[in-house]
């Protein structure tokens, strides 16, 4: 999902909408009030209830069946929590980016001992699955495998090397992934883009057996 800095979601600024669904979204699939949606929100009664409102209309936001008050996340809320504000990716561009991004996760698992890891799933979701020209960013979802350590390594190392704030194989591997193109490539775990209930399409790797996933 796209969101503009210098444009209002529901007359809220994008950086607070998306912050309110994150933590909308940690209560794992438990229904929420309005003063819930306040205190995500960080605004009063008044201030927040027409936004809700909004959200509601808008399909982010489900009224619970059969209650008054009573309110659950729905899978737009999941897009919303994952968003990133940017100035637009024009599709072309995009298009680009994801055939150097295939490429990578190829190159990688060509050579599994040389990066002890590989790329088992790369899914696409967000602004792409849509038909618009200008994309907010190119949102991926990637799962990854680490491989066992070689023999002989120790694993104090490892951990000292992880203190010492060094990058780990999967690290490595979301980075180079990433292109060097972090305004333009967001990169997500799939664990994630699954529990938040994400439409998404798989490029690469296996097909999930997932009801979100998107026509190809």
Known sequence: MHLRSDELMFGVAPAILIDGAQQLHRREGRPFELNDFCRALGAPVREAQPVLEQMVAAGFIALQEGSIGSYSATPKLGQLALANISEGLPRAQADALMTRILAKAKSVN???????????????????????????????????????????????????????????????????????????????????????????????????????????
Not at 160 to 170: E, N, V
């Open 110 to 216: 060509a050579e599994p001992q040389k990066h002890q890891c590989v790329v088992v799933r790369l899914v696409v979701f967000g602004s792409y699955l849509t038909a618009k020209e200008i994309l907010g960013d190119l949102d991926i979802g990637v799962e990854l495998k680490e491989l066992p350590r070689p023999p002989g390594q120790d694993r104090r190392n490892t951990y000292r090397d992880l203190l010492r704030g060094l990058a780990t194989p999967t690290s490595k591997v979301r980075s180079l992934l990433r292109l060097r193109k972090p305004k333009h490539i967001s990169i997500h775990d799939l664990e994630e883009v699954l529990r938040l209930g994400t439409p998404y399409r798989l490029v690469f790797g296996e097909q999930l057996d997932c009801a979100n996933s998107a026509p190809q």
